[in-house]
């Protein structure tokens, strides 16, 4: 029997990349996503691969509509062996000049629509003490940047609610995984569709990176989970710049201000914050001359863990003997 995967905001980007992935690797796929005639496009794109599919209309910031997509995908499909929390919205603009309404928006869709796709999923993986939950995050959940601050601020508490749950499997001794994957700059069609109030393009800052590499490292989890993984080399240097020198990161990240920006003036965009954009079922954004097709960019927590102890170990030798050097050679006292 197949097994079945969930995933969220399946019909562009990553999700699309990793519903197809999980296809052609033989698990039955679910999709859900707001736009229909995407949805259809990928409910026909899947089924090529000759696996069963169920594409499902719902907005995922609806608590009562995951809940019922989950238990349809349960009655149709079967028991739900991997659910991954993909949508996501943003708005592209300074923090003060976010409305109320936005910023609602944006916390609803990327951080409650995970807080609901996960509980749904639980409430059907608990009771058979087995599954996978797969939180899709970000570097800017690690290292947060101008422009996006409510998209920041959604990510960071998508960590703080998937530690905190982990915990209270643990306790239980609830043999459900939960992993976070943090991803850097993706070639998405995201960038053409964000919500954007700048007077500019947005635009994706090197490196970027293919969104197949990222399913890659989402299904790969689903099958062999793991607590964190982290995509691109990017998102590894953020966070070691954020543990080491918080300071520094402040300053390096105040330049992302820029680079998240075209040159060429533009005009405000509605974006897909509150209704979605039309538009194919597309993988690829726009930066496609300057994507990274490399499938070796990823790592585990447990991988991260040793190259972060071992840039720690050189700051700490280049620390010692900065301050050796500062000091200067010592004078022998003058014996008695």
């Not at 087995?130 to 570097?139: D, F, K, N, T, Y």
């Not at 992302?256 to 597309?282: C, S, Y």
Request: hydrophobic share 45%.
């Amino acid at each position: 029997m197949a097994r079945i995967a969930v995933v969220t905001g399946g019909t562009a980007g990553i999700g699309l990349a990793t519903a197809e992935l999980f296809a052609k690797r033989g698990w039955a796929v679910a999709v859900i996503a707001r736009d229909p005639d995407r949805l259809s496009e990928t409910e026909a794109l899947l089924k090529a691969h000759g696996r069963p599919v169920l594409a499902i209309a719902a907005d995922v910031a609806d608590a009562e509509a995951v809940a019922g997509a989950a238990e349809r995908v349960e009655r149709e499909l079967g028991p739900i062996d991997a659910w991954v929390n993909n949508a996501m919205a943003t708005i592209v603009n300074p923090a003060d000049r976010i409305t109320p309404a936005e910023y609602r928006r944006v916390t609803e869709v990327t951080y409650l629509s995970q807080v609901y796709g996960t509980l749904a999923a639980l409430r059907f993986m608990k009771p058979r003490n087995r599954g996978a939950i797969l939180q899709v995050s970000s570097g800017l959940a690690i290292r947060a940047a101008p422009l996006q601050a409510p998209y920041c601020a959604a990510k960071f508490a998508v960590t703080g609610f998937t530690d905190a749950l982990r915990c209270e499997l643990i306790h239980d001794r609830v043999a459900v995984s939960l992993s976070i994957v943090y991803l850097p700059a993706v070639n998405t069609p995201q960038f053409n569709w964000a919500r954007n109030r700048t007077g500019h393009g947005q635009y994706a800052p090197d490196p970027v990176y293919d969104p197949r590499l990222c399913a890659e490292a989402i299904v790969s989890t689903a099958a062999k989970p793991q607590r964190d993984v982290w995509v691109g080399r990017s998102v590894l240097m953020m966070h070691a710049a954020q543990v080491i020198a918080p300071g520094f990161a402040d300053s390096k990240a105040a330049s992302m201000w820029d680079a998240q920006l075209t040159d060429a003036p533009a005009a405000d965009k509605p974006g897909n914050l509150f209704e979605p954009v039309p538009g194919p079922a597309r993988i690829d954004g726009r930066f496609g001359d300057r994507t990274e097709t490399t499938r070796s960019e990823y790592w585990t927590s447990r991988e991260r863990d040793w190259m972060l102890a071992g840039l720690g170990g050189l700051a700490a030798v280049g620390l010692v003997g900065a301050l050796a050097l500062a000091r200067g050679p010592r004078r022998r006292l003058p014996r008695a």
